[in-house]
Structure formats: structure tokens, C-alpha cells
């Protein structure tokens, strides 16, 4: 048994496995050089070499520096969840909630897992309820069942997703298809935010799968305050959303948002935090949910 295995095994008693591979990497890294650099004495013993104090110096600052950066670097996942958490994703989780938007009524009934997401409207004389679940797509016309042509399901579908997603992020993004990367931690509005980009895999990520998105989560309160994504469908675009209009319904955090657009067509997904610093963004509606209930 190496002197490695021992220390895994006392060791395992007081940190958790997360830890301990940090902390048994970094002895690693540290004997390696420790190694190295003896190795580079002798061989400055052996030539004379006046510069090598120079050289093991600056090697060992490197360590130092790697050393530090592996342990004060983000991770998105953690980040995500502490956002979903500070939302009220527990509760929504297994929950009803209902609202209003752009004169539709929305529910959605989740239950670990299973969901309803249900939209209904009036047109000239007709009332449509549309549903979506993990049986797929459905709409009544008049409360009767009516077939829906399979060209029209998946923009249905992704219509009555839409508003119900928006309306609890970031939950949902820790759904099997969504892939997170931490990008930097910036400055807006004189506020610390981590950056995160979310993208989504072909297998489960649903016709607009090749979306990419950026969230910006206060670094202090963990919430989510900006939101920003490119899409294909509808023709080629970005958007950028800011929170604003914060309030909790029985324990879930719910915004509207202002919804934006670069004013520059070629602008960068990832330069829209920058750019609305700037005021070169162009305020395009708002996105606002009322007469919110939970159950």
C-alpha cells in the first residue's frame, strides 16, 4: 500500500471525496516539482550554474499559481444550483402555478418529474386549451379533443414551452440535455455577476436544441438577473433579457423582464453584458407575467 492509499483512507474520514482528490492532486504537483527541482540543483552543482536560484524560483511561482487557480475557479453546476434553490426549485418541483401573459392564461402542473403545461385563449368565438405533458402535444377547441396537423405540433409545442420556461428560470437547467460552462465572473451595473453559457444536446434538447444561452447570477445573492440567447428558428437573432420586478408567491421567486436586441447585427452573443453597459442595446417589449398563483 503506497503512501498515497494511506492517506486516502485517513483522510477519507474527515473530507469528502471532492476535496480529497484536490488535495492529493495538488501533492502530486507539489512532489513532482519538489523533484524537479532537486533534480536541477544538481545538475547546477555539477555545471556551475549562477541563474538556476532565478529559475527554480520562477518554477516554483508557476505551482503556486496553477495551484490557486485550480482551487478558487467556479463551478457552473454549483452555481446553477444554488440559483435554482434560491428560486424556490424545491417547491416548483411539485407544484401548480398559474398566470396570465399577453392575454392567455398559463398553468403549469408539475409532480417530480411529470408535467401539464397548459395554455388557454379566446379567438373571435372559439375557446382553445392547449396542452403539452410527457404524452406530447394535445389541443381542445370548444373543451372537445381536435387533430392537429404534424406540422403544426412542434411550433405549438415549442410555443406553450416557451412561456412556461422562461417563467421559473433557471430551473430547469439541470435537466439531462443542458451542458453548462463557466465563462468569467463581470461587472454590471457596478454589481459582481458569474457568467455561465448553456447549451443543449440534440438527444432531449427539443427543436431548438442548437440555442445557446448566457446567465449572469449575482456572485452575492446567487440570483438570476440577466438573461441572454441566440436562436435560428424565425430567422437568425439574439436576445438579452433584464429581471426586474421581483417577488416571491409562496416561496418561488418570480421576475418580468425587459427584452432587448443588439442594435449592431454582428454583435457577439457573449459581448451583450458590455454592450448593455454601453446603452447599445435596443429595448424591444417587456415580458411580464401577472396575476401569478401557486398551489
Known amino acids: 500500500m503506497t503512501k498515497v492509499d494511506k492517506f486516502k483512507i485517513v483522510s477519507a474520514k474527515y473530507f469528502d471525496i471532492n ?10 504537483i507539489l512532489t513532482f516539482f519538489s523533484e524537479f527541482i532537486n533534480r536541477i540543483k544538481l545538475f547546477s552543482q555539477k555545471f556551475k550554474i549562477t541563474t538556476m536560484k ?16 485550480q482551487e478558487t475557479q467556479p463551478i457552473a453546476q454549483d452555481i446553477i444550483d444554488k440559483s435554482i434553490e434560491v428560486t424556490g426549485g424545491n417547491i416548483i418541483k411539485s407544484s401548480t402555478i398559474s398566470f396570465d401573459f399577453r392575454n392567455k392564461h398559463y398553468t403549469a402542473i408539475r409532480n417530480d418529474g411529470m408535467y401539464q403545461y397548459e395554455r388557454r385563449f379566446t379567438d373571435s368565438v372559439r375557446k382553445i386549451k392547449d396542452v403539452l405533458s410527457n404524452d406530447g402535444f394535445k389541443r381542445f377547441v370548444n373543451n372537445e379533443l381536435v387533430e392537429v396537423a404534424d406540422s403544426m405540433i412542434p411550433r405549438y409545442s415549442s410555443s406553450v414551452n416557451s412561456v412556461h420556461y422562461f417563467s421559473v428560470l433557471p430551473y430547469g437547467l439541470n435537466d439531462t440535455a443542458v451542458h453548462k460552462t463557466y465563462l468569467e465572473e463581470v461587472t454590471i451595473k457596478e454589481k459582481k455577476y458569474h457568467k455561465i453559457k448553456v447549451t443543449f444536446s440534440e438527444d432531449g434538447g427539443g427543436k431548438d436544441f442548437e440555442d445557446v444561452f448566457v446567465y449572469w447570477i449575482n456572485s452575492e445573492n446567487s440570483k438570476t438577473e440577466y438573461i441572454a440567447y441566440s436562436y435560428l428558428t424565425d430567422g437568425r437573432g439574439m436576445r438579452f433579457r433584464e429581471a426586474y420586478n421581483e417577488r416571491y408567491v409562496n416561496g418561488i421567486r418570480f421576475v418580468d423582464y425587459k427584452n432587448y436586441k443588439p442594435i449592431n447585427k454582428d454583435a457577439d452573443l457573449f459581448d451583450l453584458d458590455r454592450l448593455f453597459e454601453n446603452n447599445e442595446l435596443k429595448l424591444l417589449s417587456k415580458i411580464e407575467n401577472k396575476n401569478i398563483v401557486v398551489e
Open 54 to 69: 532565478k529559475l527554480i524560483f520562477a518554477l516554483a511561482l508557476i505551482v503556486i499559481l496553477i495551484s490557486c487557480k
Open 19 to 28: 476535496t480529497l482528490n484536490i488535495v492529493i492532486l495538488h501533492i502530486k
